[in-house]
T-cell receptor
Framework: QKEVEQDPGPLSVPEGAIVSLNCTYS??????FMWYRQYSRKGPELLMY????GNKEDGRFTAQVDKSSKYISLFIRDSQPSDSATYLC????????????FGKGTHLIIQP | KAGVTQTPRYLIKTRGQQVTLSCSPI?????VSWYQQTPGQGLQFLFE???????NKGNFPGRFSGRQFSNSRSEMNVSTLELGDSALYLC????????????FGQGTRLTVV
């Protein structure tokens, strides 16, 4: 079993829809959770990070962490074609000895 | 504010050769981490440097090594290249060692033939 599971997609939705991206993890020691967006031939871009359980909102993006279920989500409201990219979840435990552990990424397509 | 700069962007090397990749972190960031990204394995942690010292290392063979200079710039070296080393190598910089806000460069695309 992989430490972090993420559906690779592709996930295709119409412009303006609410997008839900998810990851599950097995290591309960993870304490910090991040979402990255990666366009083709580019490096990952940090979108949001959260600590422990709860919600965090930034513009059209909301990150949600449920540590009891070992489940994290990223919601994108009013999705735009420019949001089409691969979204990677990442997590790290306090001290970060093993660096960031990433999901494989979900390929998102927003149809105009 | 300049981002993380990686050079070169693309490299083609032959099996058995060695290669050195360079990373300049964001000004003021002292931690530099390296990751390998492949379609099959995704992003995997190679190692982290902080204040010129290797702090952590991922599960990669000794052919993969790195160093960090006093100005926080970092280099990664891969010796005796294998076909399986073909990947996108990404460098991430952060203020401290926890990597909670790690900013990535564009990466170096290495192709081994």
């Amino acid at each position: 079993q992989k430490e972090v599971e993420q559906d690779p997609g592709p996930l295709s939705v119409p412009e303006g829809a609410i997008v839900s991206l998810n990851c599950t993890y097995s290591n309960s020691a993870f304490q910090y959770f991040m979402w990255y967006r990666q366009y083709s031939r580019k490096g990952p871009e940090l979108l949001m990070y959260t600590y422990s359980s709860g919600n965090k909102e930034d513009g059209r993006f909301t990150a949600q962490v449920d540590k009891s279920s070992k489940y994290i989500s990223l919601f994108i409201r009013d999705s735009q074609p420019s949001d089409s990219a691969t979204y990677l979840c990442a997590m790290i435990y306090r001290g970060g000895a093993d660096g960031l552990t990433f999901g494989k990424g979900t390929h998102l397509i927003i149809q105009p | 504010k300049a981002g993380v700069t990686q050079t070169p962007r693309y490299l083609i090397k032959t099996r058995g050769q060695q290669v050195t990749l360079s990373c300049s972190p964001i000004s003021g960031h002292r931690s530099v981490s390296w990751y390998q990204q492949t379609p099959g394995q995704g992003l995997q942690f190679l190692f982290e440097y902080f204040s010129e010292t290797q702090r952590n290392k991922g599960n990669f063979p000794g052919r993969f090594s790195g160093r960090q200079f006093s100005n926080s710039r970092s280099e990664m070296n891969v010796s005796t290249l294998e076909l399986g080393d073909s990947a996108l190598y990404l460098c991430a910089s952060s203020l401290a060692t926890s990597n909670t806000e790690a900013f990535f460069g564009q990466g170096t695309r290495l192709t081994v033939v």
